[in-house]
């Protein structure tokens, strides 16, 4: 499986079909394919050898696609910077990969000053953008215009296609190296189960750098279909691509789909192109699928749990389980079965498998898994022990093969000797009909060790107190999970580029000085 | 990638489903996954030791189903055998892979006297059937009562699944060495676009020795839907079982589906379950293909090509295409376009890519490739070489990607210098009412080399002649491509176990004594 291999199929069985439509181009998948062969040439050109690290700080654009399938093809490794970090971490995430050039478009150029003098192994800049490059910096299109298409390199199967620094919402990054099959089997997999054909027209509204677009950005290359895409998300700009653009399959993770379904416009939209809408990467609370369920109720609801190191799917939970009658109905709240080409366990902290409806770590197995953390070899051993990712998630496993997951294991609370999962007392909270938006931390607590904490955003114009939320917790879950103190938060929380809600920043003010442990 | 993790997954998230449907005995996946563990288990107390290659001779049951996912779960090798073999033709296929044993089934023990004292390797027979294992023999159930649940072995991705020994049909067959990763990633490759789900009730109507349902096999466990099979097929019984198994998914070659559409009694039988017909492996006239979408109105139907080199899916032509109306009309003698994950060129001798619309090799390349030929280490570096899987299958490609094949290499006819390729004239005169099957060979002709002759048998009732054929010919194909002689065959023309029609068997006495260049 070569990545190269996957643009030239396409270019072959839908050469005169939509392979991108950004802005106010288009192009087919043959002109798609030239630039990409023709961008991977002018990487030569400036020195691209096989195995260099390439980076690209940028919003999305198509341009960010010809990127991701230039480099493979030309031998090169891609390295996606995730948009929200600041210029040290984003110095961390170029030096540790060791990129040679770094592409870099209008709106983080001028970040560049910060980074300059520091980037250790950055040779070249490249401008991906429109008109001619500021100084010192060489033009995307230069790259492109004039160039001859070259041979894609010969590389493929286990051999390294790109490099996903992990969220970096929590210590310190890792870069997962996933290799052209992990990438493209995992796209497979998925694909297949997750609607995504050849007359797809999916659009890309979640950002390109992170790896849930990125999956999206695999499937619709492997089937030949439609991109379309958005420069950022925003929920106007999502509804009216959706409908303007007659979408028919797109992934948001659920701080979108929450902004998309409750905003107060979303009824005034077309949506009734959408067949299918996939959602992942962090819980979804319920009171927002149901919003989500009646608002779009033509689409087929999935929800893909996964991680970026399994590249990235594990578990979906397809459209006939978003029910809540009939024999199907009961699964809702959870992520789903293993996708077809993968095995999925439980375990405790031995590694023995759990019995049925035991929390212990989720782990999966398959190859679409990484092929470990670039240079940090102890760390992959440990992650991928006994042949199985170990995700770092809590989760357990009902008769059905069903998997719950109860908590990244970063974000358990424990408080008193019990575990409490935060995900688990936010499902509580927004059952509030006055709650816009929660998050649940632990924060220090002298005997217990941890006190759970509640962070709120009304809905406008509520009025709700402390004591209401805590009083509707009591209600919903037992005792012990209950909020003991709730903070109301007049502004939107803090988002991560890749829209979860950055606990880190909520937790700074509580932890400085002392340690959260991490189990 | 491993044989035993996609068992393992379908029990998870199908446990209760049913995985099997034969005869009076069902069994659900958690059942069928428990017999598989077991009989991995009873091989090894037999003595089988990893890399073994294990033969099977035998009609379809459920049991073929547990020898093909046991034995890899084993760590051992399937080489599954063709049931219309002659004694000599079974000995080379055991001799040549090293089978150790061979599983036999009530069918073909009477061969077995004919077979003792050649087998170089075989040390064990295993009786696959009901009772008391005859003597010299043991029981397939003595393997399974009693013995323990053993865990998978540690094999998988590139690591030696299967050998399928190719068709048989002309000249020495050879071992298809396939890995884990061959088998399941081109199964889900295919899954995906074929039309197979977790709800998919599989007929098993075509032999189960032959990758085409050895393909369907890996889709449904892939997919963890259900396995309903017959012993072997026959018209009726797949009608039958169509009905009253309300089968959704059914694989036939095109003879099979001849027989099926074209049977008197077919239009007694409700077919309104089954929602997906895949067809292939050999070429499909065009009035059969026609007749099977009136038949079967409500079914998509799915033209697959391969070869058993290929895991064995290349391209598909999928329901949509199978229309003679609207835009996307015109494309229903081709085989389709390469399924994802998959790459199809068309090369001359020299390998150079054809431009469209010409005549060469059609060659294919992926993970699903197989490994080589058992022992054969210079025909697989020819077959394979440059990176390519050579199929010696004659194709263009049109403009749009989708491949037509216009003739197996070997039974391409060159007459007077032209190439004729045989299925272009089978299709000519499958159009003529009265023909209810035909082949065409190449006969010796001492000026032309070659001279066209065709085999024709008539439907019942039905009297035409040779010259009323030849003229019906010269209305809808080039002179030089026409019949210059045609015999009329009162019986059903020979068909190998496959259910091809044995050209081999048809050209043999006209070549007695001369040699046909294969070319």
Chains 1, 2 share one sequence.
Not at 285 to 312: C, D, L, R, S
Not at 321 to 337: C, E, F, I, N, Y
Not at 435 to 458: D, M, S
């Amino acid at each position: 499986m070569r990545i190269s291999s996957t643009i030239r199929r396409a270019a072959q069985v839908n050469g005169n079909g939509l392979a991108t439509d950004y802005l106010d181009r288009q192009q087919t998948w043959s002109e798609f394919a030239s630039r990409i062969a023709r961008l991977a040439g002018g990487l030569r050109g400036i020195g691209l050898a096989p195995g260099d690290r390439i980076a690209m700080l940028a919003l999305n654009s198509d341009r960010y696609l010809e990127y991701f399938f230039a480099v493979p093809w030309a031998g090169g490794v891609f390295v996606p910077i995730n948009t929200r970090l600041a210029p040290p971490e984003i110095l961390y995430w170029l030096n540790d990969s060791g990129a040679t050039t770094l592409l870099i478009d209008d709106n983080f150029a001028p970040l560049l000053p910060k980074l300059q003098g520091q980037m250790d192994t950055v040779k070249t800049i490249v401008h991906v953008g429109d008109g001619a490059a500021p100084e010192g910096m060489l033009s995307f299109e230069g790259l492109i215009d004039g160039v001859e298409e070259m041979p894609p390199i010969d590389k493929g199967g286990h051999e390294l296609a790109g490099l996903f620094y992990t969220g970096g919402t929590t210590g310190r990054s890792k870069g997962v190296m996933l290799s052209h099959r992990n990438l493209l089997l995992n796209a497979i997999q998925f694909a297949g189960v997750a609607g995504f054909r050849a007359d797809t027209n999916y659009l890309h509204a979640a950002p390109m750098f992170h790896l849930a677009n990125g999956a999206a950005t695999f499937c619709i290359a492997s089937m030949a279909g439609t991109s379309t895409i958005i420069t950022a998300f925003e929920p106007i700009a999502t509804l009216e691509a959706m409908q303007n653009k007659r979408v028919s399959l797109v992934l948001l993770v659920p701080t979108m789909v929450n902004m998309v379904v409750n905003h107060p416009e979303a009824g005034n939209y077309d949506l009734s192109s959408l067949q299918d809408v996939l959602y992942g990467a962090s819980p979804m609370p319920e009171a927002v699928i149901n919003k989500a369920m009646e608002v779009i109720p033509n689409a087929g609801f999935h929800q893909a749990y996964g991680q970026t190191e399994a590249g990235p799917v594990l578990t979906m939970l397809g459209p006939e389980r978003h029910v809540t009658d009939g024999p199907l109905a009961g699964k809702m709240k959870s992520a789903g079965q293993a996708i077809p080409g993968v095995e999925v366990c439980i375990v405790d902290e031995d590694d023995n498998e759990m019995p049925p409806d035991t929390v212990g770590e989720i782990c999966g197995r398959g190859e679409n898994v990484m092929l470990g953390y670039w240079n940090q070899t102890e760390m992959s051993a440990e992650t991928l022990r006994n042949g199985w990712l170990h995700t770092g998630d809590g989760g357990r496993m009902d008769e059905d093969g069903f998997v719950y997951v109860v908590d990244r294991v970063k974000d358990m609370i424990i408080s008193g000797g019990e575990n409490v999962y935060s995900a688990e007392v936010e499902n509580a909270i927004y059952q509030h009909p006055g709650v816009a938006e929660c998050a649940v931390i632990g924060i220090p607590h002298e005997k217990w060790g941890e006190q759970v904490h509640a962070i709120v955003r009304l809905k406008e114009g509520e009025a709700v107190d402390e004591g209401q939320i805590i009083g509707h917790c009591h209600e919903v879950i037992a005792n012990y999970k209950c909020p003991r103190s709730v903070e109301f938060h007049p502004e939107p929380l803090p988002l991560s580029g890749a829209g979860k809600i950055l606990k880190t920043e909520l937790r700074k003010p509580y932890w400085e000085g002392e340690e959260k442990q991490v189990h």
